[in-house]
């Protein structure tokens, strides 16, 4: 696209995916990159994650224009919810005092997360990408205990609402 701040955006992901790498090679940009091609659900959870409302608006719309189940980007909605509360609970009960906002993956990588694989936190690590976790463990920052636990009442709310009533499922 043309915008600047996406771009920005998009390097600064992949410098960080590269970690200790002193080059971002062509194999970096493609596990970077793959899966938000394939799915660009995962680019409307982000800007939820990073608590950019206008960027998850937009993508949203986009989204629906596509045609994409409603009920599936409420599902994705609440899945990014619950993660960023595993998160903050994680955090908080490890007392990580190695975590600071704003923390960098290639510090995340050699002082966090061997003690989180040490640890065998499987609910948040199971299958996923380090830089996934790395980026979810930043996501819960932007938000507090009790927004996480409203917005996750309101996706209740919201699915109960999409199941059981006419009302127009794109509202």
Known sequence: GASIRTFDSEVEKLIAF??????????????????????????????????DVSKAISYLEGLLKANVFPLQILSALSNQIRKMILSKDILRSLSLIKWTKGITYKVFQRSILPEFQEQQHEILLGKVHPFVL?????????????????GLESCLDADRRLKTSSQNPRL
Do not use: C, Q, W
Not at 21 to 37: I, P, Y
Not at 134 to 150: D, G
């Open 134 to 150: 790395f980026k979810t463990l930043l996501y819960s920052e932007n938000y507090s205990m009790e927004e996480l636990a409203k």
């Open 18 to 51: 590269a970690g200790d790498n002193e080059t971002v090679s062509v194999d970096h940009v493609k596990m970077a990159s793959e899966k938000t091609k394939e799915d660009p659900i995962y680019e409307f959870s982000n800007a939820v994650g990073e608590r």
